[in-house]
């Protein structure tokens, strides 16, 4: 069975609810991704940040876990520092109540693809995620998780089909997404405490 790996790339957050302090909203989002990155089966968990996020992953991730210090806040630095595995995926940390089953559904192409990512789900901005074989192929760009597209990680792909595109989710970053939240989806206990207490002010 290959060796897979799910990382949670605590990027900077450019945007939180009203009434909510950034840092606290960055945490509280971090926090639920990473617990739901610990109930995933067949795969072990890491965190990744650049060095200056280092103490925000220590605070919030479980004993026993990875946290890989990273240049920039990319897939491909993340995949560059990672050993001993077989397939890998890095996912956003401002999706608090992703199902688990779209991070399963991420990994899934690999059998047969070397690259699959998960769009934002509505065509906004961004990814999701990025899986991968690991070793990364030369071809994969540089891809920022705010920016980038599926069109633009395939772009130096010697086939399109060689980049699977697969379930997308919405990203928590601006009004319109918070309005989506589903009070009776279950998860995201620490954004939605966050929540309720600045509703209460």
Do not use: H
């Amino acid at each position: 069975m290959a060796r897979r790996v799910v990382v949670a790339l605590l990027g900077p957050v450019q945007w939180s609810p009203p009434g909510v302090d950034r840092a606290e909203w960055r945490a509280a989002l971090a926090e639920d991704v990473i617990d739901l990155l610990a109930t995933l089966n067949e795969v072990e968990v890491a965190v990744a940040v650049t060095p200056a996020d280092r103490p925000l992953a220590d605070a919030l991730v479980w004993p026993g876990t990875t946290v890989y210090e990273v240049a920039e806040p990319t897939p491909n630095a993340v995949f560059a520092a990672l050993e001993g595995y077989d397939q890998a995926a890095v996912l956003v940390s401002d999706v608090p109540d992703l199902p688990a089953l779209t991070v399963g559904k991420l990994l899934r192409p690999l059998t047969t693809r070397p690259v699959a990512v998960a769009p934002v789900e509505g065509g906004g901005p961004g990814l999701l995620g990025v899986a991968v074989r690991l070793p990364a192929p030369d071809w994969l760009p540089m891809i920022d998780l705010d920016t980038a597209t599926p069109a633009d990680a395939r772009c130096g792909a010697p086939r399109p089909g060689d980049v699977a595109v697969t379930a997308g989710w919405r990203r928590l970053r601006g009004p319109a997404d918070l309005a989506t939240l589903d009070p009776a989806f279950e998860g995201w206990e620490t954004t939605r405490a966050l929540l309720s207490g600045a509703r209460r002010v």
